[in-house]
C-alpha cells in the first residue's frame, strides 16, 4: 500500500492563479480530510468528506473547493490564490479513529 | 480561539532526561489523540485515550486522560534524540460526532544528544 499520496510536494503561485493539490489513498478509506499547518496554529481544517459524493466544510473552508467522485481521491482545488493561503497542506484518510496523513504540500502564493 | 492548548510550545532537553508535555482544554472531550510529527512529513498517530483517568504506554511514552476528559499529558523517559519532534494533540469537535477534528498548536520537542 502506497498509503496517502498527495502532489505537488511543492508548489509556488501568483496571487490570482488556480490550482489543485492532488490527494489519493488506497486504502479503501470512506473518510478523507484537508487541513493546513501555519507556524504557531497547528492543523486546521479545510474540508472533509464522509464517502464518495459527499463533502462538508470545516473550520477554514473559505477560498477552497474539494469534490469526491472516486472513494481514492479528493482534490483540493483553489480558486484564486491569495497570499493568506500560502501555507502546508495536507490530506488524510481516516479508518475508525486512526487517521492517516500524507507528506504535504507546500504552497507559497506570491 | 484554540478549543486545545499545549504547552510548553517549545522543549530544548539533554538525552537522558524526563519531561512531560500538557494539553488543556475547557471542553469535554469524548476522546483525545496524540500525534508526533517529523519536519517534512504529516502527523503519525501515536495513541488514541477514551476514558477518563486513562492511562496508556508505548515504550517510553505514557499518555494520561484526565479525569474530566479535558486535558491530557504526555510523559516521556529518558529522552532521546530518535523522540525530537512536533507533538500535537487532537480531539473530536463533540457536536459533530467524529467527523471534525480539532488539534492543538503542538509542543516543539528537541532532544539534545
Known amino acids: 500500500n502506497a498509503g496517502v499520496t498527495q502532489t505537488p510536494k511543492f508548489q509556488v503561485l501568483k496571487t490570482g492563479q488556480s490550482m489543485t493539490l492532488q490527494c489519493a489513498q488506497d486504502m479503501n478509506h470512506e473518510y478523507m480530510s484537508w487541513y493546513r499547518q501555519d507556524p504557531g496554529m497547528g492543523l486546521r481544517l479545510i474540508h472533509y468528506?464522509?464517502?464518495?459524493?459527499?463533502?462538508d466544510q470545516g473550520e477554514v473552508p473559505n477560498g477552497y473547493n474539494v469534490s469526491r467522485s472516486t472513494t481514492e481521491d479528493f482534490p483540493l482545488r483553489l480558486l484564486s490564490a491569495a497570499p493568506s493561503q500560502t501555507s502546508v497542506y495536507f490530506c488524510?484518510?481516516?479508518?475508525?479513529?486512526?487517521?492517516?496523513f500524507g507528506p504535504g504540500t507546500r504552497l507559497t502564493v506570491l | 480561539t484554540q478549543l486545545l492548548e499545549q504547552s510548553p510550545q517549545f522543549l530544548s532537553i539533554q538525552e537522558g532526561e524526563n519531561l512531560t508535555v500538557y494539553c488543556n482544554s475547557s471542553?469535554?472531550?469524548?476522546?483525545l489523540q496524540w500525534y508526533r510529527q517529523e519536519p517534512g512529513e504529516g502527523p503519525v498517530l501515536l495513541v488514541t485515550?477514551?476514558?477518563?483517568?486513562e492511562v496508556k504506554k508505548l515504550k517510553r511514552l505514557t499518555f494520561q486522560f484526565g479525569d474530566a476528559r479535558k486535558d491530557s499529558s504526555l510523559h516521556i523517559t529518558a529522552a532521546q534524540p530518535g523522540d525530537t519532534g512536533l507533538y500535537l494533540c487532537?480531539?473530536?469537535?463533540?457536536?459533530?460526532?467524529?467527523?471534525?477534528?480539532?488539534f492543538g498548536t503542538g509542543t516543539r520537542l528537541t532532544i539534545i544528544p
Open positions: 487532537a480531539g473530536p469537535i463533540s457536536n459533530f460526532g467524529n467527523e471534525k477534528l480539532t
Open positions: 471542553s469535554v472531550f469524548s476522546s
Open positions: 488524510a484518510s481516516r479508518l475508525t479513529d486512526t487517521q492517516y
Open positions: 485515550v477514551v476514558t477518563g483517568g
Open positions: 468528506s464522509v464517502g464518495a459524493g459527499i463533502t
